[in-house]
């Protein structure tokens, strides 16, 4: 098990287009997607994308259940792996909700997003798969994404009286269950 460090806001790392897999079922993807995944799992996040830990790849990985005390109320993402992934919007509607980034620690924003989408790529397999999704999921696809083009939430916010740390947002939640 290896919890590899997170990069934060301010790193030009997390600002590049990342770069397509193209080598897949390689013992150098499988070890890095288990460090991805003991990462996200030791700061309890829903997603985490390889940018985020420094590697210039299109790989994010996503999924949350009821026990992630960092979104008890969440509905339930299925564990994703998802390489080189295409996004395509269905519809115009668009919805904001609250959101956090590993890589943003402490800070919630509200975020518009599009509501439904379609989304494709390949598992770590070589796999190709795709989804329809909406909600908290298709949410969830959108910001993992962004990472893929240097994207942090904040730079998707319109409203930023809506920004803020979450200790003072949210005195419910403790400190080392949001980052
Ligand atoms: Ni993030």
């Known amino acids: 098990m290896t919890v590899r460090e997170i990069l934060k ?3 030009p790392r997390l600002l590049r287009v990342a770069q397509p897999v193209t080598a897949f079922d390689s013992d150098e993807l499988h070890l890095l997607i288990t460090d991805m995944l003991d990462t996200m799992r030791a700061a309890s996040g829903a997603g985490l994308a390889a940018p985020q830990i420094g590697v210039d790849l299109q790989l994010v990985i996503f999924g949350s259940n009821a ?22 919007p269905l519809g115009d509607e668009q919805e904001s909700d609250w959101e956090g980034c590993l ?59 809506q ?11 403790a400190a080392d269950e949001d980052d």
């Open 9 to 11: 806001m301010g790193d």
């Open 67 to 88: 026990r992630n005390p960092r979104y008890p109320d969440r509905p339930v993402v299925p564990p994703t792996v998802l390489i080189n992934p295409v996004l395509t």
């Open 103 to 161: 890589s943003v620690p402490g800070l919630r924003g509200v975020v518009p997003r599009w509501s439904r989408l379609h989304y494709s790529g390949y598992d770590q397999y070589g796999d190709p798969f795709e989804r329809t999704v909406d909600g908290f999921h298709a949410r969830v696809v959108q910001h993992e994404c962004d990472h893929l083009i240097g994207k942090l939430y904040p730079m998707r916010m319109q409203d930023f009286t």
């Open 163 to 173: 920004f803020g740390y979450t200790d003072v947002l949210f005195p419910g939640i």
